[in-house]
């Protein structure tokens, strides 16, 4: 065959690849652009996958993943059949787009946030309708309309890192009853407020989190859904009709011991917030706008140069940041908080740079 393209389903070539943050293959550049965690996850889960990769390699995994279910119950006072594990909050997000939304009922998402729902979106030839933030990038609840065909939050959101409090999540959820409020908490952990807490009362809510950012494991793949059992229903339903096999043995191992060692994962998210406030002193010296922050990132852009200079100057001296310019937000650069001398290396790097000065 002499063009191999021509094998393409219709749906394969209308998708637009997702374009995940640059992953360097090689050299050791300062990475601040995929917000990942600087620091290694517990060593309580680094032995926990040690000793699952001598034991048990050579057998299949739990495919319900049941310790887990059980260790994420544990943490949120909830029950094992209200939990639902993936690979990746990515994966366990895919899942509820495809057992909730539909073609004919748009669910309602913000603009921006993260950019992986429309891509869900035209997975499952679903529909939406984005909702713009606020003048100063808020996202308002009381705006969206009650009738829809459910609502995606990120909160905090991605990428401006601006997060709501609970109770006006809680608020829009007694008036919008009828349709499903999923909220995606990856950064919750860096100082803002779970409505996990909320779902034995609001059996349309399905929160989910990951292990990727506060818990440092990003490369084990582990995420969570919490919601009313029937819920959790759809999502394994969904789940086993084409992999019954999400977690590995290592994941399921490293992700319990992880979630159980409060201790280690205490003292790493508040040494991240307390470094996310001398960056973000820094920057505004520097001449940046920073908005509020309660995620591992900040959303920051400066008031003369352009973000693409910025980005690229950066570069340059082996530091990597996500851009992003958008019609409705502007010219933004998204810096993950690293470990001090990673921030202290970005700001002596862009203070090196030509025209920055506050
Ligand atoms: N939600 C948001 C808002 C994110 O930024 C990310 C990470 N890019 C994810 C979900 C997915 O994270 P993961 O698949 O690593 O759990």
Not at 161 to 174: H, R, S, V, Y
Not at 219 to 239: C, H, M, Q, T, Y
Not at 243 to 254: H, T
Request: with cysteine; hydrophobic share 40%.
């Amino acid at each position: 065959m002499d063009d191999p393209q021509r094998l393409w389903s219709p749906k394969a070539r209308g998708l637009v690849p997702y374009v995940p943050g640059e992953q360097p293959k090689s050299g050791h550049p300062v990475k601040l652009n995929t917000n990942e965690n600087p620091y290694p996850p517990s060593p309580r889960a680094l032995e926990a996958i040690r000793e699952a990769a001598d034991a048990g390699m050579r057998l299949y995994p739990d495919p319900d993943a049941l310790r887990l279910r059980e260790a994420v119950a544990r943490l949120y006072g909830v029950t094992p059949e209200m939990v639902f594990p993936g690979n990746g909050s990515d994966e366990v997000l895919a899942h509820a787009f495809c057992a909730f939304f539909s073609p004919g009922h748009p669910f309602l998402c913000a603009d921006v946030t993260y950019s992986f729902y429309p891509v869900y979106a035209s997975l499952y030839d679903l529909s939406y309708r984005v909702l713009p933030l606020a003048e100063d990038f808020s996202l308002r609840l009381e705006d969206y309309p009650a009738t829809n065909g459910g609502v995606v939050i990120a909160n905090p959101n991605a990428p401006t890192g601006m997060a709501l409090p609970a109770a006006e999540i809680e608020a829009f959820l007694q008036r919008n009853r009828e349709s499903l409020v999923l909220v995606d908490e990856a950064y919750v952990d860096f100082g803002a407020e779970s409505v996990v807490p909320l779902v034995a009362r609001y059996p349309n809510l399905l929160v989910v989190q990951t292990l990727s950012k506060s818990r440092s494991l990003a490369g084990l793949r582990v995420g969570f859904a919490v919601g009313n059992p029937s819920l959790i229903s759809a999502l394994d339903r969904v789940k086993n009709s084409f992999n019954s096999y999400p977690l590995d043995r290592l994941a399921i191992a490293g992700a319990v011991a992880a979630l159980e060692d409060r201790e280690y994962f205490d003292r790493i998210r508040h040494r991240i917030m307390e470094s996310r406030e001398r960056l973000r002193e820094g920057l505004v010296r520097l001449g940046f706008e920073v908005l509020p922050s309660r995620a591992n990132f900040l959303f920051a852009r400066h008031r003369t140069l352009p973000g693409q200079e910025i980005a690229s100057g950066l570069r340059s001296r082996e530091i990597l940041v996500r851009r992003f310019d958008r019609p409705r937000i502007g010219d933004f650069l998204r810096i993950t908080v690293g470990s001090d001398p990673e921030c202290e290396a970005l700001l002596s790097a862009l203070a090196s740079l030509p025209n920055i000065s506050g």
